[in-house]
């Protein structure tokens, strides 16, 4: 074991879990392994390579482990992998579980400071990148990397170009002879990945998980959305290597049975293609991404009428459309089991539009890499309004339980009083990596997840997500929640999408300022969002005192608005003239 990964929950709480059913209790692989010899030509993934199927990738994964293993790499090694949205990611995935180590996926995109940062502190064995990938060279960046990183022995690199000097082609490690290969069959409830938050602190945290946590807890979730448990079919909008894409390899595969319809890079024209020609049953994306789609369909309705874009409102039931729409064309979309949206706030605006465009139900999800998990279901097609906060749905205990607790004594707090949400159940992570400070900051005495998040439960168990302890806006000393703001925001006419952020300011400390993408070419001025904001009763003070108009809001790598970037952007704007080539250089690195 190359980094310490302790359980912070009782190991009899675990193993209940395995007990009574609600946890497989079966590693990732072996879960992976059943489902290959129940259907042996079933599709595993679809990417830009075409069609892969089961048993064509248990024979690569077989390798792969092999040439993994012949590097010197086994149980509890922890491996880094940096690539995008295709089938060499899902085989990394399999073979470091067949193997018993640890992997540490993280997203293309993500700069060297920060991955120098996770492997440093994971003290990863190996990594695995791409040789390029839209203008990256993670394998090449991350070799050079090497010398500052004393536990990192091998940087294997993968993908078309020229593999770089001192790496190793991950071509020849998937052509090893694994006739003789045996699983490692590592226990459970011991470490299998290594999630990587993008929150609040200086550095990402990184939260280790269990094969039972992933498979069990996040494929209950998963569960829960199958309404005939037929294997699903997930178009991921989200990289794999994100939290939210921890629900492909480990559940949609290895729990489920299912396929993985793939894209190495998201664009709104590449997600409509893929439901056109692949169908899937499941859509997991952000709501900012939806937007663009819905954009998208837009045009396709302005350019060939209603029956191109599927967003006719004439019709009757958008959600009774069948499949007959589904041709193959330019035409309409085919219709999914669920729309699952998660990463930021779903406003009752987007996931009505949703709705009537792709004619299913639009899932509100709450979650986090931090261990928590809450939805709204496929009973109602758009989440419930709500003045006071977002709706996300009852907690599932096969999930996670979520209590609502005080910010300082951790005591639970009775239903319809505001606190912070923490959560237990059985996908808990086992601990922080290499962070003990963090264990203590956000994980009670008793193991229970304090989420950062505030929020009630209703008298019939109903989340409410009203906003965060520490994503605050302090004007003048006194504190403005952007997300209260965003939600009144894009109630809007003219407004398509939003993001609040603070600015620094010399005399408040901080302005809010208001990224907006409109709807039209119309103008859109601060003067109409503010009062806008008053007739929806906002008062004054959370009003915001600046407007940055832009076509498209910017994404991270993980697929979440780009908060960060656009701080940085509106503190260029306003920066005196000298010091804004600096800054700009560095909104440009970001």
Request: hydrophobic residues 40%.
């Amino acid at each position: 074991m190359t980094v310490a990964l302790h359980d912070l929950l009782p190991a009899d709480l675990r193993r209940s879990w395995a007990i009574d059913g609600t946890c497989p209790d079966l590693d990732l692989y072996s879960l992976f392994r059943a489902r290959q010899i129940a259907d042996l030509h079933r599709t595993a993934v679809l990417d830009a390579k075409g069609k892969l199927c089961y048993t064509a990738l248990d024979r690569k994964v077989r390798c792969l482990a092999t040439g993994l293993r012949d590097l010197g790499i086994g149980p509890g090694d922890v491996v880094g992998v940096q690539l995008p949205n295709n089938r060499n990611a899902v085989i990394a995935d399999l073979a470091l579980a067949a193997l018993g180590a640890v992997a540490l996926p993280f997203p293309v995109g993500r700069g060297i400071l920060e991955a120098e940062c996770l492997l440093r502190r994971a003290e990863a064995v190996a990594v695995i990148a791409s040789v390029e990938h839209r203008g990256n060279h993670h394998a090449a960046d991350l070799l050079a990397l090497a010398s500052a990183l004393p536990a990192l022995r091998h940087v294997i690199a993968a993908g078309p170009g020229s593999v770089p000097e001192g790496t190793v082609p991950l071509s020849r490690l998937l052509r090893s002879d694994a006739s003789a290969f045996v699983p490692a069959r590592p226990d459970p409830d011991a470490a299998a990945r290594i999630l990587v938050s993008s929150g609040s602190e200086a550095e990402p945290k990184m939260v280790a998980y269990s094969h039972n946590a992933l498979a069990g807890g996040r494929g209950n979730f998963l569960a829960s959305l199958m309404p005939d448990r037929t294997p699903p079919r997930c178009l991921f909008l989200v990289p794999l290597a994100s939290a939210f894409g921890s629900n492909g390899t480990a559940v949609t595969l290895a729990r489920h049975g299912g396929t993985l319809v793939l894209l190495d890079h998201f664009t709104p024209e590449a997600a409509l293609a893929a439901m056109r020609e692949h169908e899937p049953t499941h859509i997991l994306g952000v709501p900012t991404m939806v937007r663009m789609m819905l954009d998208r369909l837009e045009g396709e309705f302005d350019a060939s009428g209603p029956d191109a874009s599927g967003l006719d409102d004439s019709r009757p039931d958008a959600s009774g459309l069948d499949d007959s729409r589904s041709d193959g064309s330019g035409g309409g979309l085919p219709v999914p089991t669920a729309l699952v949206l998660g990463g930021s706030a779903l406003d009752e605006a987007t996931a009505e539009q949703a709705t009537r465009a792709f004619g299913c139900p639009v899932v509100n999800l709450y979650g986090s890499a931090d261990g928590v998990n809450c939805h709204t279901g496929l009973d109602s097609d758009t989440p419930a309004a709500d003045g006071h906060g977002v709706v996300a749905g009852r907690p599932d205990p096969r999930v996670a339980d979520i209590r609502i607790a005080h910010p300082a004594t951790h005591e639970q707090l009775p239903d319809g009083a505001i606190g912070e949400i923490i959560a237990l159940g059985p996908m808990t992570p086992l601990c922080y990596v290499a962070s003990p400070d963090l264990d203590a900051r956000y994980r009670t005495p008793e193991g229970w997840v304090r989420t950062g998040d505030l929020g009630y439960l209703d008298g019939d168990g109903t989340l409410h997500i009203v906003g965060r302890l520490k994503d605050v806006v302090i004007r003048g000393g006194a504190n403005i929640s952007p997300a209260e703001v965003e939600r009144e925001l894009v109630t809007h006419p003219l407004v398509r999408d939003v993001v609040c952020v603070g600015v620094p300011d010399e005399v408040m400390g901080e302005r809010l300022a208001a990224c907006v993408v409109p709807r039209t070419a119309d103008a859109l001025t601060l003067e109409s969002l503010c009062a806008h904001l008053a007739e929806r009763g906002l008062e004054q003070r959370k009003h915001p005192e600046r407007l940055l108009v832009i076509a498209e809001l910017p994404l991270t790598p993980a697929g979440k608005p780009d908060r960060a970037g656009l701080r940085l952007r509106l503190t260029v704007d306003s920066a005196p003239p000298e010091s804004r080539q600096t800054a700009s250089a560095l909104a440009e690195a970001s």
